[in-house]
Each structure stands twice: as structure tokens, then as C-alpha cells.
């Protein structure tokens, strides 16, 4: 066991390193003066190549080895075999790369704030060109058969493949453009009731509140604004959720629930876990499942509006009392629309399916960033019908490729699909969640939730943790059953 312990104290330095870095990388987004945003880029350079050389070490080395002759338990082997991992792609990339695309990540989001306020692309397309250059260098260091992209994307979700996402993409593609064509020719629902002048700590205390009573524990998390929400973690007691604040009553509660699904999912890691390899979710697609779980499956549920209408009316007097049904009507409308993080749960993957054809043409060297703006667009008009009228709201809408995260976008749609998967499961050993959600008695989906898939951190693989949870592989059919059901009642088609 000594082999063991030796490899959790390693790991233990290289998680520091790692939180320090997370940590700034929260406080860049939710407080950090833009004045600092120089000085904050070089330190974030030199602190990754830093984790990066520790990673690497023969330290590390020696500590992996003996804990792999020596591990007895499956949570010991467990361990190791993740380490390990990690350190075979670690020793891929050049130390030197990984400073420097930290470096502009930093510098990235910085100038990608500026130029989607700006509306200016010119002043953005020169960093994201340096990015998209450099994920093809560690495409290169990391090693591919088929498509650059495959090694991208496994960095995310461990043996995925441009291949795969395709696949995928291809299994629901056609279903879904035939759902929105049924919705958009039904009748429309009235959902203007939704907008107004909503006091964004209104919003917050709102959402927080709602969020707390899923089982999130206050007490080992907080939630703070930020330009695009996110969720991030530096223990299993010290989970961060950030939300945004708009016209809509309920965007920013759905944002929250959505980014509440990571954080119970890193809250309810084991705690004898926490500070290694093994803590918290084993893939951005698994994480994923679980945020659209809470935000979608039990958020834009009847069932949860039977409940959540009351606070809502609570906390908004201002909102008409047009009755629980028409609030929950309201929150699962289907509009072809711009933005990703806003878009309705049909559309949802077609956001998704530009930009994995983007990303793919980019590093493939088919597509030049110059001519990215134009190539969005003309996605969004074959996909969505809708063309946007600045790049501030196409493709310039999100943050993840101002830090040179390519290959990750695909996740979100097999977090979509993954979550009617297990949620099938759930309601086969559950009974009545309908009834639950009615009295907003979320304590037997959190600990079912918990019990198949957050105690087991990155014990498995996600394949396997996949086949476990659910007695197959990922596939479609649970999402297009679950989504079409949903949607063909709430637009009262035959």
C-alpha cells in the first residue's frame, strides 16, 4: 500500500497546483479587474507549465509505478489507471505548449469580452487563429488515425472520435428537424408573460433558493454572476456555480439548475477521493447528462412547475398569475433561435452540430478563421432557418474557443441523449417521480442519482460507468422517445 499512498501525495501537489489555477481562472470571470487581465495571463502561463513539469516528473514517474505493482483494491487500480493516463498525454504535449496556449487562453478571454461587446470580430479572428494553430499542434504531439479532431475531443471524453460524434449527430438529426417542423407549424404558445424588469439579486436569491432545495449544499458552495455560467470545484466542499441575469424570469433559474446538476455531481463525489484523479465526473458527457437532468428532464417538467409556481410567484408578485400549466408551457416553447445557452431543449443540438462541423473543418485546415463568421452563418440558415444579424450573437457567442477548447462542444449533445438514457432507468426502480417533483421531494432522485453514478467518481470508464447505469451502450433511442413524447403533448399534436 505504501506505493499507493506515495501516488496519492503526489497527486495531491499536482491538485494544487490545479486549483490554484481553477481558482483564478473563477476569479478572472466573476472579479477580476480588467487591468489585471496581463499580469493574470503570464501567471496562469508560467503556474500550467508548472503543473505540467510536475505531472511529468519522474517523481510522479517512480510513484505511478510502484503504486501500479503494488495496488491490491479496484479503487487503488482504479487510481493508477487514470493517473496514468493522464500522465501518457501529459508527456505528449511539450511543456513549452502547454504554458503557452495557457497563456493566450488568458489573453483570449480577455479580448473575446471586448470584441463580442465591441461587435468586432477583426479584433478577436487574430488570438483565435493562434489557438486553433496551437490545438493543432497537440492534435499533432497527441497522435491521431483518422481526423485531428480525434484527438481533441478524447482530451474530453476519453475514446471519442470525430467518427463517433458524427454517428451520432447522424442518429437524431432527421427526428429532431421533423419535431421542430411539428412544432412550428402547431399553434404558438404564449410565453411574453416571462419577460420583464426582474432585479437580477431578485433572480439570484431566487435561483439559489430553488437550487438549494434540489440538495445542493449552500454550505460547501455559492454562486456568483458571470459573463457565460459556469461551474467549477477545488474540493468536494468548495464547488462554485455562476449564473447570468436577463429579461426572461426564468432563464437564470434554468441556468442555475443547469449548472447545479455539475456541482451535486462534484458535491456527492466520495470524500476519501477528494484532492485526486478519482474525485468527481469522469467525462464533460456524463457531467453533462446530469446538468441537463435538473435543468430539462425535472426543471421543464409539469410535474416540477406543479411545485416551483408558487416560490416563482413568491419571489416575482409582478409575474401575472397565469397558473402553473402556462408557466410550464412557456419554459419548453420550441423557437429556432442565436443563442446556444438559450436555446430551447428541440434546437439544442443543432447549435451543437455547427459548431462540431466548424471545429472539425477548422483543424482539418479546411476552414480559415477569417472566414469563420461567414461560415456560421450559413450553417445557421441551413440548420435553424435563421441567420445572425452580428458576430456578437454567432460566432463570437461563446467563450469556450477563446481558450482554445476545441473538441468539447459535442459533449453537450451526448449529455442531452445520456440523460433520458439513465433517467429511464431512474424512473423504472423510482415509480411515480411525477409525484415527487409535485411536492418538491427531490431527496430520492438526488440519492438514486447518487447511488448509480456520483459515488463512483472516474472509478470507471465513462463506456463502462455508461453500461453500468443503464444495461447498454449510448444510443438514441430513450432521448427520441422522451423528447418527442414531451414536446408532441405540449403542443397538443396527435
Partial sequence: MYGVERLKDRMYEVNAMGVALALMDWDQQTNMPSGGAEARAEQVGILSTKLHESLVSDQTRAALGQAEA??????????????????????????????????????????????????????????????VEICKEEAGHLGFTDHPYDALTDQYEEGATAAGWQAMFDGIRQPLVELIEETQLASPIEDGFLVGQWPAEKQASFTWAVI???????ESGRQDAAPHPFCTNFSVNDVRLTNRYNEVVTSSLYSGLHEAGHGLYEQNSPATWDRTPLAGGVSLGIHESQSRTWENIIGRSRAFWQWCYAPLREAFPALPD???EAVYKANCTVKPSLIRVEADEVTYNMHIMVRFELECDMVAGKLDVKDLPEAWNEKYRQYLGIVPETDAVGCMQDVHWS???????PTYSMGNVLSYQIWACLQRDLGDTDAMLTRGDFAPILAWLVEKVYRHGSKYKPTELIQRVTGKPLGPEDYLAGITSKYRAVYGLA
Avoid at 501518457?88 to 511543456?95: G, H, I, Q, R
Fill in 70 to 131: 503494488e495496488a491490491e483494491s479496484e479503487d487503488d487500480r482504479a487510481l493508477a489507471r487514470v493517473v496514468r493516463r493522464e500522465l501518457d498525454l501529459a508527456t505528449k504535449l511539450p511543456s513549452e505548449l502547454v504554458g503557452r496556449k495557457a497563456l493566450l487562453a488568458t489573453q483570449g478571454h480577455e479580448l473575446w469580452m471586448k470584441a463580442r461587446k465591441a461587435n468586432d470580430y477583426a479584433m478577436f479572428r487574430p488570438i483565435l487563429g493562434e489557438l
Fill in 212 to 218: 438549494q432545495k434540489l440538495g445542493f449544499r449552500g
Fill in 322 to 324: 397565469v397558473g402553473p
Fill in 403 to 409: 481558450s482554445g477548447s476545441i473538441g468539447y462542444f
